[in-house]
Structure formats: structure tokens, C-alpha cells
């Protein structure tokens, strides 16, 4: 019943890591300002692109944390929310449609491809479109980085597979004596997956760099850091 606040993080090489985790309350906007105030002040200072789902407060309280990161919410979550108010004889045809948005090849397709979908899909659903499109540019703020790497920035998914990995380990444990038996358990498979990934680098993030952009991006929110 006790919610488990993760946050995981990927460097510009593209190694992957699980950066901190808390445990304890209900999933809150409030609740994820501390887990962010609390890496910003163990030395996460420059962050480029914070991607979560859209829980009611987090991109604020994000920002209230890193002002210069770009936000990206993700699409799997957009694409969740939005299918339950779907009629079952739409479906299939509608996640279709809302797939030429978010794999188009770039930001001009995809709000071309866009406006398709309102145009086809508008009348029927005004209040789901309508939500896309005030969320277009959280939507699709991964096309703004290289194309090498949008698979990796468009979702929260990774953080998703973890959670359930993470909950596996617990459920059976119903006889945990207090919360710290549970902090060993997470910690220890937060160690495991840390280890794991120290070795790999997730595609495409070798070809970002050679090509500076990833750099290019960093110094340009954060030229402090990089006289430093």
C-alpha cells in the first residue's frame, strides 16, 4: 500500500542508472519535489530532459527543481490514458492513427500527421484531441535531440519494467517486519541493476556524441558547468 519513488537516470554516454529511491505515503506531486530536491542536492545540478508521465504537478514541481531541462512526457502514458475513452470498434484504426504522430520522422511530420488525426478523429473525440494538442510540445520535445536516441528519451518505459521487477521481489514478502526490511529489498535491486547497466550503453548514444550533439545541447543550458 506504500508507494516507491524511483528515479532513473541516463548519462550522455548512455549508461542507464537507478539514481535514488524513497519509500513511503501516496504518489504525489509534493512527494516527487522532495526525491528531485533531494538529488539536486546530493549533485544532480544539470539535467537536459526530465521524462515522466503526466501526474498532476510533476512537470511544476520538476521545474521548480531544474528550470533550464526540457520536459518530456511520455507517450506510452498519453497513449493509456487516451485509449479507455475510446469506443472498442475504434480502437485498433485510432492507435494507428496516433502512432503516425509520435514515429513520424521529424517534428514537421508529426504535427502535419497531427492535424490528420484531429481532422479525422475531432468530432468524435473533441476532449481527447483537444488534450493532445495542449500537450503537443511535451509530447514531442524528443525531437529535439537526435534521432539516434528517441527511442530511448520518448517513454518512461525502462522505468516502468523496473517498477514491476521491483514489486515482483516484494509481493511475495508479506511478511515484512517494517519499512527499512523493505528499503533493503529495493536497495539491493536498485545495487543489481546499477551493476548490470554500468557495463552497457544503450544504442545510439555512442553515434549522439560523436556528433556533439549531446554535448552541444549541455553546454548550451549549462556553460558554467562546462568552464568548470
Not at 536516441?149 to 519494467?161: D, G, K, Q, V
Amino acid at each position: 500500500s506504500e508507494v516507491i519513488y524511483v528515479a532513473m537516470g541516463i548519462d550522455e554516454d548512455g549508461h542507464r542508472e537507478i539514481l535514488s529511491f524513497s519509500i513511503g505515503g501516496k504518489e504525489s506531486a509534493y512527494g516527487w519535489r522532495e526525491v528531485l530536491q533531494d538529488l539536486h542536492r546530493r549533485g544532480a545540478h544539470e539535467v537536459l530532459l526530465g521524462v515522466f508521465d503526466g501526474l498532476a504537478g510533476l512537470e511544476e514541481a520538476f521545474k521548480e527543481t531544474y528550470p533550464k531541462a526540457d520536459v518530456q512526457r511520455c507517450v506510452t502514458h498519453k497513449m493509456r490514458n487516451t485509449l479507455p475513452k475510446i469506443r472498442d470498434t475504434d480502437k485498433t484504426e485510432m492507435v494507428a492513427d496516433l502512432k503516425t504522430i509520435y514515429t513520424a520522422p521529424d517534428r514537421e511530420v508529426a504535427l502535419a500527421n497531427f492535424d490528420v488525426v484531429q481532422k479525422k478523429w475531432g468530432k468524435l473525440y473533441p476532449k481527447e484531441l483537444k488534450s493532445w494538442e495542449e500537450q503537443l510540445d511535451v509530447l514531442l520535445c524528443f525531437y529535439d535531440y537526435p534521432a539516434a536516441i528517441w527511442y530511448a528519451i520518448y517513454t518512461s518505459n525502462p522505468m516502468e519494467r523496473t517498477n514491476k521487477e521491483i514489486r515482483k521481489r516484494l509481493r511475495p514478502m508479506n511478511s515484512l517486519t517494517n519499512m527499512d526490511a523493505a528499503e533493503k529489498i529495493v536497495y539491493l535491486e536498485a545495487l543489481g541493476y546499477n551493476e548490470k547497466w554500468s557495463q552497457r550503453v544503450l544504442r545510439g548514444f555512442g553515434e549522439a556524441q560523436t556528433k556533439a550533439d549531446l554535448s552541444q545541447k549541455f553546454a548550451a543550458k549549462y556553460p558554467l558547468a562546462q568552464e568548470i
